[in-house]
């Protein structure tokens, strides 16, 4: 197990480093869609094919956030991987990533079919974890919520009436569109 540990530490940093040009306080126009993708397809491709289904779904011309790439996309890897472990630890079942707009707002929704969380309200406490003794610090979800909070956003979780958890991520949209492109004046 911990040679298996060891690679996933390693396929993580390794796509950790297309967004560590930017300083660990840096925030640029960031495009979320892309992170999502790149997060949750990193993740399945080290998953058994045909136990999880990862449903993404990103609304069209979805805009731009002002953030740091860098952890916005380990937030986003922590949730996923979490939600994964759950559907996992049920037998298998479906994870709906949803990104869509709300007035001046991203809304990012990673929903799952896994058993849900003992304490939806705690799970972003410092220390606070439901993974077995050894496996996982606690300090994952936490530092999730400083993240979110410092990219001035919201992180809820609950319990769906169906089953599994939903984590809801707000995130203000960039005040002003970013030029693309070398030529833009």
Known sequence: ARGCQARRTSDLVANLLSFAQQAPGEKNSVDIGVLLTRAS????SRRPPGKIQVRLSIDK???HATANANQLFQVFVEIIENAMDAVEEAGGGSLDITAATQRTDLILKFS????????????????YTTK???KGTGLGLSAVYGVIQDHGGQITCRNKPE????FTIRLPICAQPVAQGAGAS
Do not use: I, K, Q, S
């Open 41 to 44: 397809h990193m993740l399945e």
């Open 112 to 127: 799952d079919t896994g058993a849900g969380m003992r304490d939806p309200h705690r799970v972003f406490d410092p220390f």
């Open 132 to 134: 077995p003794v050894g």
């Open 163 to 166: 089953g599994g958890a939903e």
């Open 61 to 63: 011309d979805f805009p």
